[in-house]
């Protein structure tokens, strides 16, 4: 079976796993994000392996019991041998811009309907079909209609699987649900492997055809038609409970001409700076996720993604794109809250010499959904941002509130305006139905409103199950008959949230264009200001994360310590590493990673901290994208800032 829930964790775990849902049922995702968080499960990909969620329930219904058996029925579907796992129909009506729904799978709102269902059969614990279907207005879409066999170490899916490579929960600028799904064989495994929860996704995918593949081959120069190819790799650790790392690649080619072999993919895939890179577009990133255990555990994330190589080695990233965000999954009267933003540099999902259309698929991209709203074509750098709330009234039912916003750079060209979105939807349970609809309005990136409501009916029955004594027995592990408010004791003595005030200390190398002199400026000062938060992961090593604010040379930098070590020597001396990226506001945004080492004082004063660290910020890149950049062979500024902080943490 899909999931035995009530088999033991070893049994449950041979075979083949489902996949939730991936943006399809919105409200129900939103309830399985809260439990992973509140079960300490810091994912870093999506769709969710039925199994996994199933593993997080326990924990979850530790802090919260309600959340917890929501959840726990609606994974009932998954535990037979057959059964429709989800059914949805919606009804809409649109007035002004035909915008395309974020992640919606290329659907826009012009679509008076949606309708999506999936079912599976199983006839063994190490085999599974899955049929779905999306169907809206001018597109009928097999998603979710796959093969699935293995089992928890590696389990291949041949067929309509969607992908997500982010711990964002809103957008990623790898693959996403953007466009409509390609068709893939895609190997991974659902079970981390070894203490260091090691895991992988590979995938290979059929892009939509182009009759746009510039290949100047066989003595033409001519434009040619074909399906480029898209492959994709996720590695992801978890060495402690509640942070994993990751970093993820994609690469496009083949098509039209263009070389396809596996020889070909594999040279590229491992020289992603060789002489080949005029033959493909490439993207990579990395990302890390930690879960904060305060009284309500929240999570914290960020991803650096690039789509070429910087001087240096081919671990800089180029074209980069930074992404964070927070996630409480319960506040204040049984409310919870996600921030979300993204900004990116130039050139994604434009052209890139031989696919003129870019990394799309039906002329969507295949990442950010913010990047639908440009001219088509255009690889203006942008900012998105996502404000969510959350609310479980007293009368029953979900209630989530959502803000979107975008906007573009403008260097010269189009004169884009800013794209807003509010959205409210509401959904309840209601026999065996959830009952809902939406209301969506705001204006897009060229000036224009639009507004659209939406209601829909989803239905998900139990099947059928080869034990008629598993159907009879309760689903999944027993939780506890009292539900804590809180988290366990020792995760409350684990954490630690601090506020960091001082003084910065700095001088920047300038490197503008090759053949111009490299300049060093003088000595700077400023203040220091940084908040974050960290986790004891063992007796004497804590781990976090933290943002920080300094001004540079006159100018903003921000940087964000993905990774934030650090070892207790004793009762008051501490060293600390750290890694992460730095956003340098210059006339378009700098970006590059950043690393470092210092020490500390712990309890100089009850519940202060003093520190000392120093900060390198390796070839901070900025594009030549404005009419006043210095031009040259090289499209490219480059900055290295090296950093003195003083400073004293505030911990609560």
């Given at each position: 079976m899909i999931v035995a829930t009530s088999a033991p964790q070893d049994a449950r775990a041979a075979g083949v796993s489902g996949y939730l849902?991936?943006?399809?049922?919105?409200?129900?995702?939103?309830?399985?994000?809260?439990?992973?968080?509140?079960?300490?499960?810091?994912?870093?990909?999506?769709?969710?392996?039925?199994a996994l969620v199933l593993d997080a329930l326990p924990k979850a219904c530790e802090r919260d019991k309600p959340l917890c058996e929501r959840v726990r029925r609606y994974l009932d579907r998954y535990s037979r041998d057959y059964a429709v796992t989800y059914a949805s129909v919606a009804g809409a009506a649109n007035r002004g811009a035909d915008v395309t729904l974020p992640n919606s799978y290329g659907m826009p709102a012009a679509s008076h309907y949606d309708v999506a269902a999936q079912g599976f059969v199983q006839p063994s614990d190490y085999f599974l079909v899955s049929a779905g279907v999306d169907a809206y207005q001018g597109r009928t879409l097999p998603t979710g209609s796959m093969m699935s066999m293995g089992f928890n170490g590696a389990q291949l899916d041949i067929g309509y699987r969607p992908h997500w490579f982010s711990p964002m929960t809103d957008s990623t600028m790898l693959i996403s649900t953007e466009a409509p799904t390609m068709p893939s064989a895609t190997l991974s495994n659902y079970e981390p492997l070894t203490s260091w929860g090691f895991q992988y996704?590979?995938?290979?995918?059929?892009?939509?055809?182009?009759?746009?593949?510039?290949?100047?081959?066989?003595?033409?120069?001519?434009?040619?038609?074909?399906?480029?190819?898209?492959?994709?790799?996720?590695?992801?650790?978890?060495?402690?409970?509640?942070?994993?790392?990751?970093?993820?690649r994609q690469l496009q080619y083949g098509g039209?001409?263009?070389p396809d072999s596996a020889h070909f993919l594999l040279n590229d895939f491992l020289h992603p700076a060789g002489t080949n890179q005029t033959l493909n577009k490439q993207q990579a990133s990395y990302m890390s996720r930690v879960i904060i255990p305060a009284s309500t555990p929240f999570a914290v994330y960020a991803q650096y993604s690039g789509q070429n190589t910087?001087?240096?080695?081919?671990?800089?990233?180029?074209?980069?794109?930074?992404?964070?965000g927070i996630d409480f999954p319960r506040l204040w009267r049984n409310f919870d809250l996600t921030y979300e933003i993204t900004e990116w540099q130039n050139g994604w999902y434009a052209s890139n010499g031989v696919f003129l259309d870019g990394m799309t698929q039906n002329r969507l991209p295949t990442g950010q959904w913010a990047?639908?709203?440009?001219?088509?074509g255009d690889g203006v750098g942008a900012r998105a941002q996502m404000l969510r709330l959350g609310w479980e009234p007293p009368f029953g039912g979900y209630l989530e509130g959502r803000v979107r916003t975008v906007a573009n750079q403008v260097y010269g060209q189009y004169p884009y305006t800013h794209y807003v979105e509010i959205m409210t939807r509401y959904s309840r349970p209601w026999k065996d139905l959830t009952v809902g609809g939406e209301v969506a309005a705001g204006h897009d990136a060229f000036g224009q409103s639009f507004s659209r409501i939406n209601g829909f009916v989803r239905y998900g029955r139990d099947g059928h199950d080869r034990s008629a004594e598993a159907a009879d027995e309760p689903a999944g592990d027993s939780a506890p008959d009292e539900a804590s408010s809180s988290a366990p004791e020792e995760d409350r003595r684990a954490l630690e949230l601090f506020v960091d005030m001082g003084v910065n200390v700095d001088k920047v190398r300038t490197d503008l264009e090759k053949g111009l002199p490299t300049t060093w400026s003088g000595v700077g000062?400023?203040?220091?200001?940084?908040?974050?938060?960290?986790?004891?992961?063992?007796?004497?090593?804590?781990?976090?994360a933290r943002i920080e604010f300094d001004e540079v040379q006159g100018h903003s930098l921000i940087g964000v310590r993905a990774l934030d070590f650090r070892h207790r020597m004793n009762e008051h001396f501490a060293i600390n590493l750290f890694a992460g990226v730095d956003r340098y506001d210059l006339a378009t945004p700098a970006y590059s990673i950043d690393f470092g080492a210092g020490v500390a004082w712990r309890d100089i004063l009850p519940k202060w901290d003093l520190n000392f660290d120093l900060r390198?910020?390796?070839?901070?890149?900025?594009n030549h994208v404005l009419p006043t950049d210095v031009q040259g062979v090289r499209p490219d500024s480059f900055y290295k800032i090296e950093q003195m902080l003083l400073y004293l943490s505030r911990k609560f």
């Open positions: 849902p991936l943006n399809i049922e919105p409200e129900m995702e939103r309830q399985v994000e809260r439990v992973l968080i509140l079960a300490d499960e810091p994912v870093l990909k999506r769709p969710f392996a039925v996704e590979v995938f290979l995918a059929r892009m939509s055809s182009t009759d746009r593949i510039a290949f100047q081959g066989q003595g033409t120069s001519e434009l040619s038609r074909g399906n480029p190819h898209l492959f994709g790799t996720q590695l992801t650790f978890e060495p402690v409970s509640g942070w994993s790392i990751g970093v993820n039209g001409g263009l910087l001087n240096g080695g081919s671990y800089l990233l180029g074209e980069s794109a930074l992404a964070m990047a639908s709203e440009r001219l088509f000062a400023s203040p220091h200001l940084a908040v974050g938060g960290r986790r004891a992961v063992s007796t004497w090593n804590d781990l976090g390198h910020g390796q070839n901070v890149a900025r």
